[in-house]
């Protein structure tokens, strides 16, 4: 609880207090307007009790959506950094392939060897395309995931800023209630 928000509480206690002596007071003298006026400082407390209750769940609300982002991105950025290194080590793998494969193919005759080199070469271009494909799937994955961490935000914020714009509306019918009964 901040102290503004405590300030405001015991401001809501105090104003409840007053309200309630002046409608008793009014009461008991047959005194209407001084009845009708502690009825309305009542109303004011209780409106204002209930913007800082609105107030304080939508800091709090944002607070949360913003750690739930910041976790989104941290396990986003986690999985491209295990899918960059998973096609790194692919990659290392055929081309690790490709040079055992080449050497073999040195000991045989000067076509085979040709003939073979070939196929080698055509096999670790696919494989490496192939690492390409699922290095960009991945890593779409996890620029989608972003983005749908990004629009959740988007939607806790435009929630949370709601909740501050209902709770700042209920302050200025608190203080318009509080304007009247002056």
Known sequence: MTDHTADEARKGLG???AGKAKEVTGAVLGND???????LQQAEAAARKDASTKDAIAQAEAAEAAQVLSRERAAAERERAAAQTAAQTREEQALHAGRAEHLRAQARTEQERIDEQE?????????LRETAVEAEQEQ?????????ASAEYAR???SAEAAEAAAARARKDAERLTEQTR
Do not use: K, N, P
């Not at 307007?33 to 009825?39: C, H, N, T, V």
């Not at 196929?119 to 494989?127: F, H, K, N, S």
């Open 119 to 127: 196929r080698i070469d055509a096999e670790a271009r696919e494989q």
């Open 33 to 39: 307007s001084l009845a009708a006026e502690g009825q």
């Open 15 to 17: 104003a409840t207090l």
């Open 140 to 148: 779409s994955e996890a620029a989608r995931r972003e983005r749908a």
């Open 156 to 158: 806790e914020r435009a």
